[in-house]
């Protein structure tokens, strides 16, 4: 069973950029969508970025242009470059397959953007 573990997170001033990783203990080769979703303070748990095995990417509204995913089949990782971030980018990020499986939610990483 693939184990997920997110890093990367941290506080960032507006306009500033984080990169997020997420390393899978398994092989991601054969889980044709990988995603990175996000659960604010307030909000529920929303997918904000997804990657085909193919390559092909997908963002939310509110974070493209400014988000790039990406994923490294070779090593097992998932990553997410985040740029011009906003206060409104703060949440916990995780990543999981598209659609979500149950137990590949891992713990995530915060993201605080704040002045």
């Known amino acids: 069973q693939v184990q997920l573990v997110e890093s990367g997170g941290g506080l960032v001033q507006p306009g500033g950029s984080l990169r997020l990783s997420c390393a899978a203990s398994g092989s991601i080769r054969s889980i044709d969508a990988m995603g990175w979703y996000r659960q604010g303070p307030k909000n529920q748990r929303e997918l904000v970025a997804s990657i085909t095995s193919g390559g092909s990417t997908n963002y939310a509204g509110s974070v493209k242009g400014r988000f790039t995913i990406s994923r490294d089949n070779g090593k097992n990782t998932v990553y997410l470059q985040m740029n011009s971030l906003k206060p409104e980018d703060t949440a916990v990020y995780y990543c999981?397959?598209?659609?979500?499986?149950?137990?590949?939610w891992g713990q995530g990483t915060q993201v605080t953007v704040s002045s």
């Open positions: 999981n397959a598209k659609p979500p499986i149950w137990a590949y």
